[in-house]
Every structure is written in structure tokens, then in C-alpha cells.
């Protein structure tokens, strides 16, 4: 079983939808939790960090449920530019390695 | 921008060969984490520098090695070269070893090994 798993996708949706992504990580001691963002060819970009209370930063939502061991994304009105991989990554407290999933593949229609 | 840059930025080489890639990390961060990228997965942690020592490591084998300097950037070597090799390596700049905060990734070495 992998460590962080997500589903790749692709999500395709129409511009001005909500879409959530879920991602569920095996290492009950992992303490910090990330989503970042990957256009095509690119680098991964920090999107938000992941509170325990969840967070949200405009558009977007975090939410971590540590008891079932799953973080949340949710995107409202989704924009053209919102295309993109997300990739969820959990890493233990302390220590130095992030871990990433395969990444979930948004592509928002016009 | 994040301020993290590696180079080169594209490079091709040939199996058996060997490769050094470079990275600066952003002012004020002292830890520089590789990662490798293949087609279609996540990165996947190779090792971490704090403070010109290597602060972990993950499941590469030892031609994969690396440095970093006193101004904090760094190097990635890897050795004898394989065409699995080819991939996406991405550097991450952070402080507090990130673990807390985030890392910020410079926008990587395409390294296509033939």
C-alpha cells in the first residue's frame, strides 16, 4: 500500500464548479500536511498548508480528518486557470522527507 | 518566484555516465532537499542537507550522492548513470526542515539518460 495515495483523475469539470479531491496517507504519526499545485512540466508550487481546524485561502478549502487519516481540497468556482495536478503531501513531525502522492489532475472546462 | 534555481534546466546524457546538478536555495534557508520526478508520479525524496550535512535520506541507491556548501546551495551527483535515470530533479529550498512550513521547489533539471 502506498503511503499517500490520491486518485489521479482526470476531473474534468465546467468553469464555476466545486470539486473536492481526497487523499489518504498510512503513517498515523505524520504531523504536517501540504497541498501543492504542478502545472505541466512544471515545478510543484505551495498551495496551502493543512491545519488541524482546516483552513482556507479564498477559493480553496483544507481539511484533515486524522482519525480516518484523510486531507481535503475543495475548490469553489473553479477557474480555467485551476488546471493543473494537485499532489498531497504529508510528512512526520520533525523529520526532513515529504512524502507525495501520485497527484489528482484537474482540468476545468470552459 | 521562489528564489530556488538549479540548473542546468535540460540535460541529456548517456547511460554509464556520470551528472552533477546544481541548486541554490532561497535566502535565509539552510536545508535543501532532492527529489526525483518520473512521468506521471509524485516526487520521490532522495536526501536532505541541513547545514552542509545530509539530514536523511531516501531509498536511492549510493551513486546518488551530494553536497552542500556554505552558502547553503547544493549538488546532486549521481554515478554510472541508467536510463531509469531519467527524470524530473527537483530541488526544495525551506528552514526548519520544512517539515512545518513548506518547502519551495526551484523549477527542476530534466535529466534524459540514452
Known amino acids: 500500500r502506498k503511503e499517500v495515495e490520491q486518485d489521479p483523475g482526470p476531473f474534468n469539470v465546467p468553469e464555476g464548479a466545486t470539486v473536492a479531491f481526497n487523499c489518504t496517507y498510512s503513517n498515523s504519526a505524520s504531523q504536517s500536511f501540504f497541498w501543492y499545485r504542478q502545472d505541466c512540466r512544471k515545478e510543484p508550487k505551495l498551495l496551502m498548508s493543512?491545519?488541524?481546524s482546516g483552513n482556507e485561502d479564498g477559493r480553496f478549502t483544507a481539511q484533515l480528518n486524522r482519525a480516518s487519516q484523510y486531507i481535503s481540497l475543495l475548490i469553489r468556482d473553479s477557474k480555467l486557470s485551476d488546471s493543473a495536478t494537485y499532489l498531497c503531501v504529508v510528512a512526520t513531525s520533525g523529520t526532513y522527507k515529504y512524502i507525495f502522492g501520485t497527484g489528482t489532475r484537474l482540468k476545468v472546462l470552459a | 518566484e521562489t528564489g530556488v534555481t538549479q540548473s542546468p534546466t535540460h540535460l541529456i546524457k548517456t547511460r554509464g555516465q556520470q551528472v552533477t546538478l546544481r541548486c541554490s536555495s532561497q535566502s535565509g534557508h539552510n536545508t535543501v532537499s532532492w527529489y526525483q520526478q518520473a512521468l506521471g508520479q509524485g516526487p520521490q525524496f532522495i536526501f536532505q542537507y541541513y547545514r552542509e550535512e545530509e539530514n536523511g535520506r531516501g531509498n536511492f541507491p549510493p551513486r546518488f550522492s551530494g553536497l552542500q556548501f556554505p552558502n547553503y546551495s547544493s549538488e546532486l551527483n549521481v554515478n554510472a548513470l541508467e536510463l531509469d535515470d531519467s527524470a524530473l530533479y527537483l530541488c526544495?529550498?525551506?528552514?526548519?526542515?520544512?517539515?512545518?512550513?513548506?518547502?519551495?521547489f526551484g523549477q527542476g533539471t530534466r535529466l534524459t539518460v540514452v
Open positions: 493543512v491545519y488541524s
Open positions: 526544495a529550498s525551506s528552514s526548519q526542515q520544512g517539515a512545518r512550513v513548506g518547502a519551495f
